[in-house]
């Protein structure tokens, strides 16, 4: 009698353990996992009910259901909906606005998000997730309208653009080139109104700027600039590369570069500083040059930029140049700016107000200040002996800010002279010349307050 009892304890005893374990097994696994689903959609509160509603849902164990449903003041639509054969650990869907729903003129639209998982818990019906969000309606687009603009533009060179532009829900506002570069605005004279100068890169063919504003529900207003595009080449020369030149020049350079220890080959080290180290110190250049401000501009009358008292032109602006060794082409390169040389050691002057951004050695271009002349204009000085300046120092008109010399990729003394806008090299002769900025940049500014000032 007692042992009976016991024999049939124990196995009661292995048989309840051997549940727990499968209990605790199964609570364990992937099976029955616990975690919901991770719902995510668009962070923002505005929608123009053109846009699809981006929206992604993950889950460890699969998706096994879904649903997104629409709340209006004619009721609840479900806009897509789907029980899946196969989980899915991650979908990515694209919700699109109902074309029926385009009569419904509500100002806030309830978009209800539903996720099932595969797993077993919850009695084999698996984890439920749901994400709500209210957005308000906003279908109209930005409104932009364009005041003045400088007529034309050369290739390299730069123009103006003045607009007014305005949206409930503003969110980003610039000038697009070619549909890669984006200049800044900056705010004009007044409310509303913006200004900004664009660049046509010297080494594409083809220009065209368009202002563009985005609001924070999807909806974008793009405006053609009309300027007549003004083509104009540029020199192409073939440079040949001597002996004497790679063992002096470029030697002495190749010992002082990071980027060239350890090569021996001279015609290597040529190509190393002239792309290699030519494209980190343009970069450095390009990002020193790209910044503007947001203060509101009023008035930008520059004097014509004359740096070099009897500078005589020595290397243009544009030069595409083709290098050569031996009759085959090694190396090719832009010349970005113009090269001025008059005595040694030659004062280098600036004829307008800036801030001076920028006041150290920068490797081809040797010692180097950059000034900010407002409007994201700056003027770059290369191949200074000296320099005057320090960054964060201001300069006014008639200020000496540096001596030429040949300190880094010079053959002799003279200044490189290098105008940028916005991060873009442009053609420093139109900002040495006095028409040409009366024209483009004083009259054009003129006019737009005058315009501003009738409205
Ligand atoms: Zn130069």
């Not at 869907?93 to 919850?122: F, H, R």
């Not at 040949?240 to 220890?261: C, H, M, N, V």
């Not at 008109?397 to 880094?408: C, F």
Request: hydrophobic share 40%; glycine share 8%.
């Amino acid at each position: 009698m007692r042992k009976k009892r016991s024999s049939s304890s124990v196995l009661f005893l292995i048989i309840f353990g051997a549940m727990i374990a499968g209990v605790i097994y199964l609570y364990n696994s992937k099976m029955f996992e616990r975690d919901l689903p991770v719902i995510t959609m668009t962070d923002a509160q505005y929608w123009n009910l053109k846009k699809p509603l981006d929206i992604s849902i993950e889950d460890n164990s699969g998706l096994k259901f879904y649903e997104v449903k629409m709340v209006t003041s004619s009721g609840e639509k479900v806009l897509t909906h789907e029980a899946l054969l196969t989980p899915q650990n991650k979908l990515e869907l694209k919700v699109e606005y109902p074309k029926m729903g385009y009569g419904i003129n509500d100002t806030q639209i309830k978009i209800i998000i539903t996720a099932v998982d595969a797993s077993q818990w919850n009695f084999f019906s698996g984890n439920t997730a749901g994400l709500e969000k209210t957005f308000i309606v906003d279908k109209k687009k930005p409104y932009v309208s364009l005041i003045t603009n400088s007529y034309g533009i050369y290739k390299g060179g730069t123009a103006l653009a003045i607009f007014k532009a305005n949206d409930e829900n503003l969110e980003d506002m610039y000038i697009e080139v070619n549909k890669k570069k984006r200049f800044k605005v900056q705010p004009f004279y007044a409310e509303g109104y913006y200004a900004a100068l664009v660049a046509w890169p010297v080494v594409e063919d083809k220009f065209d700027a368009r202002i563009v504003v985005t609001d924070k529900a999807g909806n974008a207003m793009r405006v053609h600039i009309p300027y007549y595009h003004k083509a104009k080449s540029y020199r192409i020369s073939k440079i040949k590369i001597s002996d004497r030149f790679l063992k002096g020049k470029i030697a002495q350079l190749a010992y002082d570069y990071p980027e060239t220890q350890g090569v021996e080959d001279s015609i290597e080290q040529f190509k190393i500083i002239n792309e290699d180290v030519r494209a980190k110190n343009e970069k450095l250049i390009h990002e020193i040059t790209s910044k503007t401000s947001d203060k509101m501009v009023s008035d930008f009358s520059l004097k014509p930029f004359y740096p070099l008292r009897n500078g005589q032109k020595v290397a243009s602006f544009g030069d595409h140049r083709l290098y050569y060794y031996a009759n085959e082409q090694i190396s090719e390169s832009y010349h970005l700016g113009l090269d001025l040389a008059s005595v040694k050691m030659g004062e280098i002057l600036t004829q307008n107000h800036g801030i001076t951004v920028f006041a150290e050695e920068n490797g081809i271009y040797g010692n180097l200040p950059i000034i900010h002349h407002g409007m994201g204009l700056y003027t770059i000085y290369g191949h200074c002996s000296s320099v005057k300046v320090a960054a964060g120092d201001s300069v006014r008109p008639n200020d000496q800010i540096a001596n030429t010399g040949k300190s880094g990729y010079a053959m002799g003394d003279h200044l490189h002279f290098g105008v940028l806008v916005q991060g873009v090299e442009v053609r420093p002769e139109e900002w040495m010349d006095k028409e040409w900025i009366r024209l483009n940049i004083t009259e054009v500014m003129k006019n737009a307050k005058q315009l501003i000032g009738r409205s």
